[in-house]
């Protein structure tokens, strides 16, 4: 595996999405909503007329359910991003080209697996730098202490978010080599976030302690064992041979 | 040397054989020419060759390479170019970009991919749309873009899959005049096609496939396949007289009539010429025109491929 040659296919892929609106789109405006709208949310709250603050009780409830939402995104962005790459080629027949150069097919999965996986990877982070940095301005005075950066949003952000970019990346490889449009592609694909949706859903009705270290690691052991299971089948779908002939 | 070898090369999906047994070799610079209807396997071939589709079974060689082995595939993707029968370009991406991320998949450095990005826009006359995005360009341009992106390594070996289908005679001669160009530079070609005139007009050599392959050999030599050459006299008027005189001498050859036209079945038609037109002559015919004539690609094309189907 050469990581050269992976970068190529990944650097290809950026410098198209630069060319498509809805992927900018989705990459920078979902990360910069949710940054702004949910502290938004909290400082309106807290200075709406007559209305009672959010206290420090409330509120150690509502971040650690706040960051969740960089979770459920991160199993949504990549959508966007590994459909058109790989649905996209198999549309302009740009594969077969692709493949006859000195690039194995690892290389080209792997370089394709970054093109979809950096853009929302860092989308997130840096929108999750601006989201714990306006909730700490905002809820500093109703908490006492900065409640951001803390291990639960560390464990989250660092390795709980990229473990659900990876299996989104993965999920919707395996999708694109089954469907022939875009548009299938990324509703298929957005099916990664139904069971990240259900956990937070969980966390709502106190069925899943949300803002515990200790969920957050048992997700992120979930996560990597789903994404091992992924890699398997991804693999075995990615090979030239299943690709010119029995991709659809 | 032998650029491209095949043995006993077969493809199978499922019980269908698209590929049966193939067995040829491709000289170093030549242009070789794979002929074939529509589903004849020549596509499955090219992707047999280029490591892009396992064989069933047989053997295939590029360069020396086997292209069944992980490594050697490397090696022959790296001295191979490919034009596929499906252009299949980065669209958003201009003309440059398009050629130098197939530069930088080659391992060239970043002054040899400006140096043959501008040599082969420039020779297929695009290097003044370098900047334009390949979505936007003609399907004449389009093709034309992909046989630079093919080229763009230098490669030792180019396969060609029906690089003219669905261009206007324009764009086709040029493509055609650039293949041509190339074989001056003693590349090996290998080129697919179903266009008999094209494959006569720049190939070497010409292969006959329908799964199977049913005859290799010189545009010529599968000319003479079917029926052989023949001595063709086209005269002012039409003459019994002179068709009667010419049967009367050359006793038991077939001797073909059509209106002021005659052709003489000749083992020999390049001696017998001045004997045939000295009949006609005695005989009180006046000549038009006399040559020698062969069988056409298409007929021997025609019979070969019908014969299997």
């Given at each position: 595996?050469?990581?050269?040659?992976?970068?190529?296919?990944?650097?290809?892929?950026?410098?198209?999405?630069?060319?498509?609106?809805?992927?900018?789109?989705?990459?920078?405006?979902?990360p910069?909503?949710v940054?702004?709208?949910?502290?938004?949310?909290?400082?309106?709250?807290?200075?709406?007329?007559?209305?009672?603050?959010?206290?420090?009780?409330?509120?150690?409830i509502?971040l650690p359910a706040f960051v969740f939402f960089y979770l459920i995104i991160a199993g949504f962005i990549p959508t966007?991003?590994a459909?058109?790459?790989?649905?996209?080629?198999?549309?302009?027949?740009?594969?077969?080209?692709?493949?006859?150069?000195?690039?194995?097919?690892?290389?080209?999965l792997f370089?394709?697996g970054?093109?979809a996986f950096?853009?929302p990877m860092?989308?997130i982070l840096?929108?999750s730098?601006?989201?714990?940095?306006?909730?700490?301005?905002?809820?500093?005075?109703?908490?006492?202490?900065?409640?951001?950066p803390n291990w639960d949003a560390a464990a989250l952000l660092y390795l709980a978010v990229p473990l659900a970019v990876v299996m989104s990346v993965e999920w919707n490889v395996f999708v694109?080599?089954?469907?022939?449009?875009?548009?299938?592609?990324?509703?298929l694909g957005a099916i990664m976030i139904l069971p990240l949706a259900g956990l937070y859903v969980g966390g709502e009705i106190g069925l899943v302690p949300l803002g515990d270290l200790n969920t957050t690691l048992y997700i992120a052991a979930a996560l990597a064992i789903v994404d091992l299971l992924l890699l398997s089948v991804v693999r075995e779908t990615?090979?030239?041979?299943?690709?010119?002939?029995?991709?659809? | 040397?032998?650029?491209?070898?095949?043995?006993?090369?077969?493809?199978?999906?499922?019980?269908?054989?698209?590929?049966?047994?193939?067995?040829?070799?491709?000289?170093?610079?030549?242009?070789?020419?794979?002929?074939?209807?529509?589903?004849?396997?020549?596509?499955?071939?090219?992707?047999?060759?280029?490591?892009?589709?396992?064989?069933?079974?047989?053997?295939?060689?590029?360069?020396?390479?086997?292209?069944?082995?992980?490594?050697?595939?490397?090696?022959?993707?790296?001295?191979?170019?490919?034009?596929?029968?499906?252009?299949?370009?980065?669209?958003?991406?201009?003309?440059?970009?398009?050629?130098?991320?197939?530069?930088?998949?080659?391992?060239?450095?970043?002054?040899?991919?400006?140096?043959?990005?501008?040599?082969?826009?420039?020779?297929?006359?695009?290097?003044?749309?370098?900047?334009?995005?390949?979505?936007?360009?003609?399907?004449?341009?389009?093709?034309?873009?992909?046989?630079?992106?093919?080229?763009?390594?230098?490669?030792?070996?180019?396969?060609?899959?029906?690089?003219?289908?669905?261009?206007?005679?324009?764009?086709?001669?040029?493509?055609?005049?650039?293949?041509?160009?190339?074989?001056?530079?003693?590349?090996?070609?290998?080129?697919?096609?179903?266009?008999?005139?094209?494959?006569?007009?720049?190939?070497?050599?010409?292969?006959?496939?329908?799964?199977?392959?049913?005859?290799?050999?010189?545009?010529?030599?599968?000319?003479?396949?079917?029926?052989?050459?023949?001595?063709?006299?086209?005269?002012?008027?039409?003459?019994?007289?002179?068709?009667?005189?010419?049967?009367?001498?050359?006793?038991?050859?077939?001797?073909?009539?059509?209106?002021?036209?005659?052709?003489?079945?000749?083992?020999?038609?390049?001696?017998?010429?001045?004997?045939?037109?000295?009949?006609?002559?005695?005989?009180?015919?006046?000549?038009?025109?006399?040559?020698?004539?062969?069988?056409?690609?298409?007929?021997?094309?025609?019979?070969?491929?019908?014969?299997?189907?």
């Amino acid at each position: 595996m050469r990581f050269s040659q992976a970068w190529i296919v990944a650097t290809k892929d950026f410098a198209t999405f630069t060319k498509k609106r809805n992927i900018i789109y989705t990459v920078l405006i979902v990360p910069l909503v949710v940054s702004v709208a949910l502290p938004g949310v909290v400082w309106y709250v807290q200075h709406r007329v007559n209305g009672a603050d959010v206290g420090a009780a409330e509120l150690t409830i509502l971040l650690p359910a706040f960051v969740f939402f960089y979770l459920i995104i991160a199993g949504f962005i990549p959508t966007t991003i590994a459909s058109y790459s790989l649905v996209g080629e198999k549309i302009e027949k740009s594969m077969e080209p692709l493949l006859a150069t000195p690039t194995t097919d690892g290389e080209i999965l792997f370089g394709k697996g970054l093109a979809a996986f950096v853009p929302p990877m860092g989308a997130i982070l840096a929108s999750s730098v601006l989201f714990m940095a306006l909730m700490d301005t905002f809820t500093r005075g109703a908490l006492g202490y900065y409640y951001f950066p803390n291990w639960d949003a560390a464990a989250l952000l660092y390795l709980a978010v990229p473990l659900a970019v990876v299996m989104s990346v993965e999920w919707n490889v395996f999708v694109s080599s089954r469907v022939s449009d875009v548009r299938i592609a990324q509703q298929l694909g957005a099916i990664m976030i139904l069971p990240l949706a259900g956990l937070y859903v969980g966390g709502e009705i106190g069925l899943v302690p949300l803002g515990d270290l200790n969920t957050t690691l048992y997700i992120a052991a979930a996560l990597a064992i789903v994404d091992l299971l992924l890699l398997s089948v991804v693999r075995e779908t990615f090979q030239r041979d299943q690709i010119l002939t029995k991709w659809k | 040397m032998d650029m491209i070898e095949t043995a006993g090369l077969t493809k199978k999906f499922g019980d269908l054989t698209a590929v049966d047994g193939v067995s040829f070799k491709v000289a170093e610079g030549e242009v070789f020419g794979f002929l074939g209807p529509n589903g004849a396997g020549k596509t499955t071939t090219v992707r047999m060759l280029c490591c892009l589709l396992s064989k069933t079974s047989g053997e295939a060689h590029i360069g020396g390479y086997d292209v069944a082995k992980d490594h050697d595939s490397l090696e022959i993707r790296q001295m191979i170019g490919v034009v596929p029968d499906n252009v299949g370009l980065y669209e958003p991406l201009s003309a440059y970009k398009n050629l130098d991320i197939y530069g930088r998949l080659y391992g060239m450095t970043e002054a040899g991919r400006r140096q043959n990005i501008e040599r082969y826009l420039g020779m297929l006359g695009l290097w003044e749309k370098r900047d334009v995005a390949a979505g936007a360009f003609s399907k004449g341009m389009k093709q034309k873009l992909a046989i630079a992106r093919a080229l763009i390594h230098d490669p030792k070996v180019l396969f060609m899959d029906e690089p003219t289908a669905n261009l206007d005679p324009e764009s086709s001669k040029t493509v055609r005049d650039f293949i041509l160009d190339l074989k001056q530079e003693k590349r090996t070609i290998f080129l697919n096609t179903h266009n008999l005139d094209e494959a006569q007009r720049v190939c070497d050599r010409i292969a006959i496939l329908n799964t199977k392959l049913m005859a290799t050999g010189t545009p010529d030599e599968l000319e003479n396949m079917v029926g052989g050459k023949k001595v063709v006299v086209e005269l002012a008027q039409a003459s019994d007289a002179v068709v009667a005189a010419l049967k009367k001498k050359f006793a038991g050859v077939a001797i073909v009539s059509d209106g002021a036209k005659l052709s003489v079945a000749s083992a020999d038609p390049d001696g017998q010429v001045p004997d045939i037109v000295d009949a006609v002559v005695r005989a009180g015919g006046r000549v038009r025109f006399a040559g020698v004539e062969g069988s056409s690609l298409e007929a021997t094309y025609l019979q070969l491929v019908r014969k299997e189907g």
